[in-house]
């Protein structure tokens, strides 16, 4: 938008006669419950609020959302909501862009506006720091480089809401090309209790696989908005687990459902249907993070909190 700060889009837009028509036009489309601060400020003929603390005030009191008031929050330079449309969770941002300029780490995932994100690695050797909360799943002995698995899904059982994230996973001691044989490697009662995202990862890799993209491959040709063999959570073999996984796919990958790996990054955009589009995953490992560390590390934040500025 053209306003050089967010109080200044919101007053662009006070009193508007049509406040849905005039949003949709701004935005690209519906942003839901947004039209009801604009809504009250017309029918109610509100006062344009002159200030950061007034439209903070004005937003607690008129704003719709599903939640409380810790789902509005602003800052003198960025607001964000969290809200939910009666079917998922949804978050939506007004950042201005000095405040976007200077924080990389946090939101150049956010504003990564195409897919596949980028590839190429660094070189080994490299590192990658990132300060963000991640749950860990040992594989491997201890080591300096680790892989990071990222879902973003419509629903994760190990969340009661999409919103309601619980991190990445981290495997330290791994590179990307090591993943797959350490997951399948796995034939203990420990698996089971292993984080949702984790077993399901070792459920799509093959017995003898060596690589991780042909599972990548195999989620994008799984079904429905949380999809997960029934027995994951069994004290299974990886050879049951991955069987009763195969039975789920469908023959081939639906063709609006897009995949790319490289060495060190897989990804995959997963079709759902037309109401809910996709979910996507990402893995990735230290030498990608290092050639590319404030897309992997906003992208972990994304996976730790809805807000980006929370952790």
């Known amino acids: 938008m053209p306003d050089t700060t967010v ?29 009801s601060i ?3 400020a017309r029918k109610r ?5 002159e200030s950061i603390d007034v439209l903070r005030e004005l937003l607690h009191e008129h704003l719709w959302v599903e939640g409380d008031d810790d789902f509005i929050r602003l800052g003198d330079h960025a607001l964000r909501v969290r809200t939910d449309d009666d079917e998922v969770d949804l978050a939506y941002y007004f950042i201005d862009d000095e405040t976007a300029a200077a924080s990389p780490e946090r939101l150049t995932f956010l504003l990564h506006d195409t897919w596949p ?54 495997f ?10 350490h997951l399948r490697g796995v034939d203990g009662p420990g698996a089971h209790r292993w984080p949702h995202d984790a077993q399901l990862l070792r459920a799509l890799v093959a017995p003898g696989e060596e690589d991780i993209a042909p599972a990548m491959e195999r989620y994008a040709r ?48 997963r ?18 993070a290092a050639a590319h560390p404030d897309l992997a590390r906003s992208l972990l934040r994304y996976a730790a909190s809805w807000d980006p500025y929370a952790v």
């Not at 889009?9 to 949003?23: K, L």
């Not at 330290?172 to 044989?181: E, I, K, Q, V, Y």
Request: one cysteine or more; aromatic letters at 12%.
């Open 172 to 181: 330290p001691g791994l590179t990307l090309p090591d993943l797959a044989a």
């Open 271 to 288: 079709y759902i249907d037309e109401f809910f589009g996709f979910d996507q995953w990402f893995v990735f490992d230290t030498r990608w």
């Open 45 to 49: 003929n509100l006062p344009r609020p």
């Open 117 to 170: 994100l980028p590839t190429g690695a660094a070189a080994s050797g490299a590192v990658f720091s990132h300060g963000v909360p991640v749950r860990t799943v040992r594989l491997a002995p201890p080591g300096p480089e680790s892989v990071f698995s990222v879902r973003l899904c419509w629903e994760s059982p190990d969340g009661h809401r999409n919103l309601d994230l619980a991190g990445a996973l981290a």
């Open 7 to 35: 109080l200044g889009w919101f007053q662009r837009g006070w009193n508007r006669d049509d406040p849905e028509a005039w949003i949709d036009s701004e935005l690209g489309g519906d942003v839901y419950g947004l039209d």
């Open 222 to 269: 799984m079904d429905g908005y949380a999809p997960s063999p029934a027995s994951i959570d069994r004290e299974l073999t990886h050879k049951e687990i991955h069987r009763e996984t195969l039975e789920m796919l469908h023959p081939e990958r639906p063709a609006k459902s897009l995949i790319r790996w490289e060495t060190h990054i897989a990804q995959v955009a």
């Open 38 to 40: 604009f809504d009250a």
